[in-house]
Each structure stands twice: as structure tokens, then as C-alpha cells.
């Protein structure tokens, strides 16, 4: 017996891994899903862009241009519960009054119900995860699978950011590492060369890069790469 596409979702977010792709990979993801788990005829996630509420991720280009209505106004079911913390639902955008920018432009693209949900873990807000629908309505079922699914997504969110958080610092440090060892040895071809001191050294690299505009690490690398290239004993020193 097939699986419910509904259950498959949460099922499918449970297992999912924060190293399967980028953070972006993820949240289209999880939107994907999301449109299983209500359903939905399409998703987004508003989220701050730039220090700006945005729709990040989307299942459907007509997402995010819904969107911008509540955007622009300020005023929607994607800022409340982003705000607030809570779920809010329209059950008719023909008929609500609550935002009616939002309401008017989901109308114009065909959308009769829309489902707002607040991503947030450890109580910080993540964003929102937005769900319309064309044809029908989101029940207190929908809604309730759709909840426990928001709060799993969340969490789901909350790793990946500090994955690739963690990620990106160790990327860093690796870089700051090798950095640090390619001038040390420049300096120990300077050395070799002449300089008296290490620090000498060093301020004839650092006046290198002065001169030429360029950063201390590509002025030492070019040289070790350089030296690489030369004899031992043709290895150059920068003019002072």
C-alpha cells in the first residue's frame, strides 16, 4: 500500500541530512514538502533578506508576487506569523478583511485559501512557511499536520544554518591557516636571502603589497610559487 503523501513529508523531513545541499537546498526542500504534508498547490518562506522580509525560497514564481503585496503594505499572514510567533489562516481571499492587499493580489492569481506558518526554534523566529491553495480550503487537519511539520523544519533550519555557520568558520580558519604558512615561508625565503630578522622580513613583504596594491597573502604566495619554480640559490627577494 502507498504511502500518504501527507505523511510521507513529515517522514522525509525526519530523515532528512543538513549536509544533502546548500541552505538554500534545504529550503526549497522543505517547501517542497510542505506542499505534500497540507496540501498545497504551492510554497514559499519569507525570510530577512538584505535586513528585509522576503520570500526566499518558492515552490511557484507566483509566490513571491503574492508576496510582495504584503511586503510593500507591511501588513500580512507571512509578517504576522513571522512577528507573532503564530498560525494564521485565510479561508477566503475573496472575503478577508484582515489584509486585504495580500488578500486581492492571492485572488488575482487564483489562490482561495492561504496557510501562514511561523518557523522557530529555541524560541527564535526563523521565518514564516506560507502555503496557498486553489481549490480548496486549509481545515483544522490541515492545519495541525501542517504546525507539526513547521516546528520539525524549523529545527531542520536551525541545523543547517549552523552547519554552514560552521562550515563557512572552518573554511575561514583553513584559509587563515594556509595563509599563515605561506608567508611564514616568504619569510623564510627572505631570510635566506638577506633579511636579517624575521620581522624585516615581514615589513619587506608588507611594503611589497603596499607598492603593488595587493594583499600580503598573494604577494607571499606569488613568491613561494616563485621559488618554487628556481633553484635554490635563484630564489629573488622583493625590492626594497
Known amino acids: 500500500m502507498a504511502e500518504d503523501p501527507r505523511a510521507a513529508g513529515v517522514h522525509a523531513l525526519s530523515r532528512f541530512f543538513v549536509n544533502d545541499g546548500t541552505l538554500g537546498d534545504t529550503l526549497l526542500k522543505v517547501s517542497q514538502l510542505a506542499c505534500d504534508v497540507a496540501p498545497a498547490d504551492m510554497a514559499g518562506i519569507t525570510m530577512l533578506v538584505g535586513g528585509k522580509a522576503r520570500t526566499g525560497v518558492f515552490t511557484d514564481p507566483e509566490a513571491p508576487e503574492i508576496d510582495e503585496a504584503q511586503y510593500k503594505s507591511g501588513k500580512g499572514p507571512c509578517l504576522d506569523a513571522f512577528r507573532h510567533q503564530e498560525t494564521y489562516r485565510i479561508d477566503s481571499t475573496a472575503a478577508e478583511q484582515r489584509w486585504p492587499e495580500l488578500a486581492a493580489m492571492a485572488a488575482a492569481h487564483g489562490i482561495i485559501a492561504t496557510l501562514s506558518l511561523p518557523l522557530v526554534a529555541r524560541d527564535v523566529s526563523l521565518g514564516a512557511l506560507n502555503l496557498y491553495s486553489r481549490n480548496r480550503i486549509f481545515d483544522d487537519q490541515a492545519s495541525d499536520r501542517a504546525s507539526v511539520f513547521a516546528e520539525q523544519a524549523a529545527i531542520v533550519l536551525a541545523n543547517t544554518q549552523v552547519y554552514w555557520d560552521a562550515q563557512q568558520l572552518s573554511e575561514n580558519l583553513t584559509q587563515a591557516m594556509d595563509s599563515r604558512s605561506t608567508i611564514d615561508y616568504a619569510i623564510?625565503?627572505?631570510?635566506?636571502?638577506?633579511?636579517?630578522?624575521?620581522?624585516?622580513?615581514?615589513?619587506?613583504?608588507?611594503?611589497?603589497?603596499?607598492?603593488?596594491?595587493?594583499?600580503?597573502?598573494?604577494?607571499?604566495?606569488?613568491?613561494?610559487?616563485?621559488?618554487?619554480?628556481?633553484?635554490?640559490?635563484?630564489?629573488?627577494?622583493p625590492s626594497d
Request: aromatic share 2%; glycine share 6%; hydrophobic share 40%.
Open 188 to 237: 623564510g625565503i627572505l631570510l635566506a636571502n638577506g633579511a636579517t630578522t624575521p620581522d624585516d622580513a615581514f615589513q619587506i613583504l608588507v611594503r611589497a603589497s603596499q607598492r603593488e596594491n595587493r594583499t600580503l597573502r598573494d604577494i607571499a604566495r606569488e613568491m613561494v610559487e616563485h621559488a618554487a619554480e628556481r633553484q635554490p640559490s635563484g630564489d629573488e627577494v
